[in-house]
């Protein structure tokens, strides 16, 4: 089945400053990467996804890529806010299948 | 326009009771995931329920058991609880035509004892 791993497990940037967080997948017909946002003791909240038939996808400062080739995908925070502080969370969808496999999760920590 | 919600909040059982929880998906969704989240992890795909039928599974004993109700909403029972199914249970729905996107509920922490 489908495995994706996350790294790094931590992340600490200064305010203003770029994030990336990164995560590979096993499961090469995987079609659908979201990404969450959990913030503590709150929901995991979807900010940005992307298909298997694009390579990129931009809202606002934050920008995901996905290289089918190398079978891994980003998440890249620009001008990074203390707000943006919480778990960032990677997933992939199984293709032909219902299943979302998610990440360990990221902790970003933004330093005013 | 109500997002996903679920109840209880929190919950706190003994070893060997059942429970149950429940969710009701965002308006306009079909489709029903619940997920277990360990403290520090990533949520752990349950099943998923569609047509008041469950249509996958992950890989949870047959102690995890489901329903789906006309109306959408859906409920998890565990049966003879483990202190290890301690964790948050959050329910994700998304409409099946674009089963894709999902949108989490607030979680019930159970806590077993």
Redesign the interface.
Known sequence: GENVEQHPSTLSVQEGDSAVIKCTYSDSASNYFPWYKQELGKRPQLIIDIRSNVGEKKDQRIAVTLNKTAKHFSLHITETQPEDSAVYFCAAKEAGGFKTIFGAGTRLFVKA | DAG?TQSPTHLIKTRGQQVTLRCSPKSGHD?V?W?QQAL??????IF?Y?EEEE??R?NFPDRFSGHQFPNYSSELNVNALLLGDSALY?CASSRDRA?????????TRLTVL
């Open positions: 996903v489709t995931s997920y520090g992890q990533g949520p752990q795909f998923q569609y249509r996958q992950g959050l089963t894709d996107t999902q949108y989490f509920g607030p979680g």
